[in-house]
């Protein structure tokens, strides 16, 4: 029985020292950080410090200091990886423009994005199917502009400006006036649209409605 009794014990204190035990090794641990930074740094200022201030605890001005220079060490680290990320990414960017071929590839979608990108969202949202170069061929181009101007005065029917970039290389290609009975709206969006020209047709955008897809086969069927 009394074996029984000390063994209870034991297992208690064991499960109270596992439990206690990780709160004693925290508080232990920021006593002995803010004892080292804020036992370093208050020495320092406490002396100018006025007179109503210097009353408080000196630990309270060492975990003040302490969290001060924690941040501080914090935001030089973010701003030291922030300039660090912008020194790889244009180091890399070099790479890439010095190797053959791709490099002036990619100068050239840099120089479409960088061009036809949010601040012209506007006037370069719509993805349209036009017949282009001939009668009869279709080439996926942009709708830039439907407002009706002093070109269109001397056009008997409504055109609407497009413009059809070149592949792979969209930064190059045709601004025509179309006309409006000419020009098939699609519903894929502009970046899926710069990806199959990019890509020379080899990436073709998903068209989520499968039913209406079927129906507009049957209708050029019909027709």
Request: net charge positive; charged share 15%.
């Amino acid at each position: 029985m009394v074996e029984s009794r000390f063994a209870s014990l034991r297992n208690a204190f064991l499960t109270g020292l596992l439990l206690v035990a990780p709160l004693v090794v925290t508080i232990w641990g920021l006593r002995l950080v803010i004892g080292f930074v804020g036992g370093s740094i208050t020495p320092l200022f406490s002396p100018y410090l006025p007179a109503t201030l210097s009353l408080l605890p000196v630990i309270i001005w060492d975990i003040i200091t302490t969290v001060i220079a924690l941040g501080a060490i914090t935001l030089l680290g973010y701003v030291s990886r922030l300039f660090l990320g912008q020194f790889v990414g244009a180091m890399a960017e070099r790479f890439i423009q010095n190797i053959p071929g791709i490099g002036g590839f990619y100068n050239s979608v840099k120089q479409f994005i960088e061009t036809f990108g949010a601040k012209d969202r506007n006037q370069f949202s719509k993805v349209v199917l036009v017949q282009f170069p001939r009668a009869g061929s279709y080439s996926i181009g942009f709708l830039t502009n439907k407002v009706q101007g002093e070109p269109h005065a001397h056009i008997t029917s409504e055109h609407w400006a497009v413009f059809v970039p070149t592949c792979p290389s969209p930064v190059n290609g045709f601004f025509m006036y179309l006309p409006r009975t000419e020009i098939v709206e699609l519903d894929m969006s502009v970046g899926d649209g710069m990806k199959s020209v990019i890509s020379c047709g080899a990436v073709l955008p998903h068209w989520s409605s499968a039913d209406a897809a079927k129906a507009a086969i049957q209708i050029e069927k019909g027709k």
